[in-house]
């Protein structure tokens, strides 16, 4: 069973090696923001929360996320394993992954650091060409990931695997299976 979390900056490519990661280990995916779009779109109790959050701009709170997290780890599926993308952001949210995993006897494999460089991720961003990733912004947003995720970079530094960031998205996920071929 491999179960796995994947972290690094926006712009680090996390969605596209999670989409390729999860066909290679044949495991899900669970991106947290596919979770807010589906649990939004359906309407349900815990979308609605998190909905009034988004519409006014803020944070939707840990509770609601960990919440989703939890409902979404128990479904068949995830049984065989998982990759986790976007989750947890914090190591609150890590005490909660912990607990939820606990509970079903069972623990994380390993932690996967996408490691790119400031300069190639801005880079990277100002080529989408979209409105709001101007280079001050998008410099911004590094420097809130390096504060935030600093914390669980340490809270996981026993299962943590870094792996270079900048290649082909085949590229990286080669690195990215052998670091793991010990650890699963």
Not at 49 to 60: F, I, M, N, P, T
Not at 84 to 93: A, S
Not at 173 to 179: F, I, K, P, T, Y
Request: charged share 30%; glycine share 8%.
């Amino acid at each position: 069973m491999t179960r796995l979390v994947l972290v690094g900056p926006p712009g680090a490519g996390k969605g596209t090696q999670a989409v390729a990661l999860s066909e290679k280990l044949r495991i899900p995916h669970i991106s947290t923001g596919d979770l807010f779009r589906a649990h939004v779109g359906e309407q349900t109790p815990l979308g609605q929360e998190a909905k009034r959050y988004l519409d006014s701009g803020e944070l939707v709170p840990d509770s609601v996320t960990n919440e989703m997290v939890r409902e979404r780890l128990a479904e068949p599926d995830a049984k065989v394993g998982f990759l986790l993308d976007g989750f947890p952001r914090n190591t609150k949210q890590a005490d909660v992954l912990g607990e939820i995993l606990g509970e079903v006897d069972t623990e994380l494999n390993a932690v996967i650091q996408l490691q790119v460089s400031e300069d190639v991720v801005v880079e990277r961003l100002l080529s989408r060409g979209r409105s709001d990733d101007t280079e001050e912004v998008i410099r911004r947003r590094q420097q809130i990931y390096v504060s935030e995720t600093a914390p669980l970079l340490e809270y996981y530094a026993d299962i943590l695997v870094t792996v270079d960031g900048v290649g082909s998205v085949d590229e990286i996920s080669a690195r990215v299976l052998e670091a793991l071929r010990d650890r699963t």
